[in-house]
């Protein structure tokens, strides 16, 4: 039993590079979301998805993409990296109702140097 | 638009005794459900306990129990006979009924000491 899976764990990036990070759940969630962590900013939504094919914005979407070909795949890109991206990323899904917990992935640490 | 608020960036409580970290919100939306989240050092992100806005009586599980006030959109996370294990950051959120979002706080970080 898997849950969210999110790939790499650590990435250290130059500015400007680009670069994908991974996250897949295998519990048929309608409803996945990228979040990232700040000291003292708590957890910002980036992007979030409701199902295959449907994408949205959520506080902090500038210098990210993402797209959802299939249910359990809601890779996040980043275009072209900057030291303001440095943060702890976290992947989340849960069935989409008001009630429904997310399931987070164990994040990753990027470093944009 | 919706909004949380901690207002406790961090708490210091005694092995064994209870404490209470709270949460203010705002929203507009009837239908809303509040979760809270728990972020130990390692780094996971752990969910305690949610409370439903039309749920009658507070939610508890175990030694968590959520004071649900709705006329003072509050939603304070009560942890009873602490435990050095509950040192962590916790995280307050909520989901409105006509959103698709999840939205969090800041955060409290706690500390119990022996």
């Known amino acids: 039993n898997a849950g969210v899976t999110q790939t790499p764990k650590f990435q250290v990036l130059k500015t400007g590079q680009s670069m994908t990070l991974q996250c897949a759940q295998d519990m048929n969630h309608e409803y996945m979301s990228w979040y990232r962590q700040d000291p003292g900013m708590g957890l910002r939504l980036i992007h979030y998805?409701?199902?295959?094919?449907?994408?949205d914005q959520g506080e902090v979407p500038n210098g990210y993409n993402v797209s959802r070909s299939t249910t359990e795949d809601f890779p996040l890109r980043l275009l072209s990296a900057a030291p303001s991206q440095t943060s702890v990323y976290f992947c989340?899904?849960?069935?989409?109702?008001?009630?429904?917990?997310?399931?987070f992935g164990s994040g990753t640490q990027l470093s944009v140097l | 638009a919706q909004k949380i608020t901690q207002t406790q960036p961090g708490m210091f409580v005694q092995e064994k005794e209870a404490v209470t970290l709270d949460c203010t919100y705002d929203?507009?939306?009837?239908?809303?459900?509040l979760f809270w989240y728990k972020q130990p050092s390692s780094g996971e992100m752990i969910f305690l306990i949610y409370q439903g806005s039309y749920d009658q009586q507070n939610a508890t599980e175990g030694r968590y129990s959520l004071n649900f006030q709705k006329a003072r959109k509050s939603a304070n996370l009560v942890i009873s006979a602490s435990q050095l294990g509950d040192s962590a950051m916790y995280f307050c959120?909520?989901?409105?009924?006509?959103?698709?979002?999840?939205?969090f706080g800041t955060g409290t970080r706690l500390q119990v000491f022996p």
């Open positions: 998805s409701v199902g295959a094919g449907i994408t």
């Open positions: 959120a909520m989901r409105e009924g006509n959103t698709d979002k999840l939205i």
């Open positions: 929203t507009s939306d009837p239908s809303y459900g």
């Open positions: 989340a899904s849960s069935y989409f109702s008001t009630g429904q917990k997310l399931f």
